[in-house]
């Protein structure tokens, strides 16, 4: 039973540049949060995903969206990326709807330089 | 913003010994978890304990809830080397709000 999968595992990106990140969630799981872990930080939420439509999203500014698919899976797109973009970011999935609890995948590290 | 607040910061403590920790939260809350990360890592649910439950078990696992303090603990009995790792509190407000709200948590060395 394969967990959540998070594609890359690093990333290195200039200031300005774009870039996706991709999800797949725990086998029959249908809800798709995604999370912003800063070094030495706590997971902060951007945004969760549910029927293929955004229903919530935390306090992140309009560069950061996202997408899900059909299958659940889901990507995370940032444009003009920034110095301070660099994090670790965080899929979790859970399943019938449910917010909680989550289960991670192990995360994508983005330095942006 | 971070809702909870997890004390300390960082544990230091040898094999054997109980380990605990705090988290401190600021509005109502349906129900409170505790994840634990080892290094650069995912996050790993523990356990869930909802507002209407003052303690929960779960194997070594002891979790205590004070809704009228909006605090919380977590007790980690006979520690191991294994339980090094870093440990959060997660609130969920419930109702619309889907998001869980994590703490900045605390480091956990267990030393063999």
């Known amino acids: 039973d394969a967990g959540v999968t998070q594609s890359p595992t690093h990333l290195i990106k200039t200031r300005g540049q774009q870039v996706t990140l991709r999800c797949s969630p725990k086998?029959?799981?249908?809800?798709v949060s995604w999370y912003q872990q800063a070094l030495g930080q706590g997971p902060q939420f951007i945004f969760q995903?549910?029927?293929?439509?955004?229903?919530q999203r935390g306090n992140f500014p309009d560069r950061f969206s996202g997408h899900q698919f059909p299958n659940y899976s889901s990507e995370l797109n940032v444009n003009a990326l920034l110095l301070g973009d660099s994090a670790l970011y965080l899929c979790?999935?859970?399943?019938?709807?449910?917010?909680?609890?989550?289960?991670f995948g192990n995360g994508t590290r983005l330095t942006v330089t | 913003s971070q809702q909870g607040e997890e004390d300390p910061q960082a544990l230091s403590i040898q094999e054997g010994e109980n380990a605990t920790m705090n988290c401190s939260y600021k509005?109502?809350?349906?129900?409170l978890q505790w994840y634990r990360q080892n290094s650069g890592r995912g996050l790993v649910h523990l356990i869930l304990?909802?507002?209407?439950?003052r303690e929960k078990h779960s194997g070594r696992l002891r979790v205590t809830l004070d809704t009228s303090k909006k605090s919380s603990s977590l007790l980690i009995t006979a520690s191991r080397a294994a339980d090094t790792a870093s440990y959060f509190c997660?609130?969920?407000?419930?109702?619309?709000?889907?998001?869980?709200?994590f703490g900045k948590g605390t480091l956990l060395t267990v030393n063999p």
């Open positions: 086998s029959g799981h249908d809800t």
């Open positions: 995903y549910y029927e293929e439509e955004e229903r």
């Open positions: 979790a999935s859970s399943g019938q709807g449910k917010r909680s609890p989550l289960h």
């Open positions: 509005t109502s809350i349906n129900n």
């Open positions: 997660a609130t969920d407000r419930g109702g619309s709000n889907y998001k869980l709200t």
């Open positions: 304990i909802r507002s209407n439950e």
